[in-house]
DNA sequence: AATAATATGAACATTGTGTCAGATAATATA
DNA sequence: TATATTATCTGACACAATGTTCATATTATT
């Protein structure tokens, strides 16, 4: 006893539907009838299907998380493994370009993280380009510096996040500090007791 | 010719009313009776100050970060001065937590980043424990685990998100290759030769 | 105290939500 | 192929929230 193809079908349908209207409205703004319209079918129908448009986004979104979730696990756990996995995840946004770029700048007023980030962005940046103008350009980065404002800027705000959902258990001081010596020595220093004992490395 | 004191009350009312709400239902299930109800005042007196509910949101938002871009102007920009600018943030960040909270986290179903934050974050952590368990326990680790996952996990997803805005400018091979460089020797390598320069560091 | 600005409450049209019943169409299965 | 099952469609319904308007009351400002 098979499941019935219309279902499929039309669950696929509401889907497809649902990530285009994102690209075209933002997903505020649709409504359920924007969905069943662009998918040609009742609007009663969608009830059938899912609780409200919340219910659809996220099951759409977990099909294609599990995907990543799943080709993750192929590999056997060990930080030996933590470059290979790195590259998974920049492959499978590859694949999925559309797919994350919708959902991972977030929907909505969710312009606050992206408001404070920019923030940061912006200082950080100002400060950069003076310091190598005087230096006499760009090039001695070995790396575009867009990129590496990013890197700065989105560990800082993760780490102020983190330190927030954790009740401060810290110091502004002592965090600067942590944060500092990850950024400046990078986690080498750390990893590298446990890397050489890894024998899969 | 000052303003009103009405106005400031009014507006002053309603951005608390703003803050509570969220904290108690969340940003999406408030309404616009919710929140003149909560600060005692008459529907249509929100319509005479603000266009819609968002519009009350980014307003407030950026009151607040406003105080933030001030205070990291006082600084004269640079790259020595990332440090103090760092724990200015901190500070900002623990003066304001309740704002940060509910902000940096999102509202509504900004579940997506999360979403693919916590698969991430899930894998490595698995990884780590297991690496970390062979060597005898945590304690050789200089700062909390869960901290470095969160600088692991944010700032790969950050390059993710700049490599995915800016029309993918590089194989994910190379992105990985950076990445891992940033990562395990950090940005002082880059730094260095403009450190030295700076007069103020 | 006079005047100008602001807040209020009631009413209204509009839009979207979620549910239901009965009719119709597509599909699975024997 | 015939039949039973299950999905979809149509139209209607009650409900909740939005955003506007207008006449009236309240409250700052000078």
């Given at each position: 006893m098979k499941q019935d193809r219309r279902i499929t079908r039309?669950?696929?349908?509401?889907k497809e539907s649902l990530w285009n209207l994102?690209?075209?409205?933002g997903y505020d703004a649709i409504t359920i009838s924007d969905i069943t319209d662009h998918a040609n079918l009742g609007r009663t129908t969608f009830y059938l299907h899912y609780k409200d448009k919340?219910?659809?986004?996220?099951?759409?979104?977990?099909?294609t998380a599990n995907e990543l979730v799943q080709r993750l696990d192929t590999f056997q756990p060990g930080i030996g493994k933590l470059k290979p996995a790195t590259e998974l995840i920049f492959e499978h946004a590859a694949e999925n370009a559309e797919f994350y770029r919708i959902?991972?700048?977030g929907h909505g007023v969710q312009?606050?993280?992206g408001r404070v980030q920019e923030i940061i962005n912006?200082?950080?940046?100002?400060?950069?380009?003076?310091?190598l103008a005087q230096l006499g350009g760009k090039e001695i980065l070995s790396l575009p510096l867009p990129l590496l404002i990013q890197f700065l800027s989105t560990s800082l705000l993760g780490i102020v996040i983190w330190w927030l959902e954790n009740e401060m258990p810290f110091s502004p001081e002592e965090m600067t500090?942590?944060?500092y010596q990850l950024l400046m020595n990078g986690i080498g220093g750390?990893?590298?007791p446990v890397l050489r004992k890894e024998a899969d490395y």
């Amino acid at each position: 006893m098979k499941q019935d193809r219309r279902i499929t079908r039309t669950r696929a349908q509401l889907k497809e539907s649902l990530w285009n209207l994102i690209l075209k409205k933002g997903y505020d703004a649709i409504t359920i009838s924007d969905i069943t319209d662009h998918a040609n079918l009742g609007r009663t129908t969608f009830y059938l299907h899912y609780k409200d448009k919340d219910d659809l986004l996220t099951k759409s979104i977990d099909e294609t998380a599990n995907e990543l979730v799943q080709r993750l696990d192929t590999f056997q756990p060990g930080i030996g493994k933590l470059k290979p996995a790195t590259e998974l995840i920049f492959e499978h946004a590859a694949e999925n370009a559309e797919f994350y770029r919708i959902l991972l700048q977030g929907h909505g007023v969710q312009t606050t993280t992206g408001r404070v980030q920019e923030i940061i962005n912006h200082h950080i940046t100002r400060g950069f380009e003076l310091a190598l103008a005087q230096l006499g350009g760009k090039e001695i980065l070995s790396l575009p510096l867009p990129l590496l404002i990013q890197f700065l800027s989105t560990s800082l705000l993760g780490i102020v996040i983190w330190w927030l959902e954790n009740e401060m258990p810290f110091s502004p001081e002592e965090m600067t500090k942590q944060y500092y010596q990850l950024l400046m020595n990078g986690i080498g220093g750390i990893l590298r007791p446990v890397l050489r004992k890894e024998a899969d490395y």
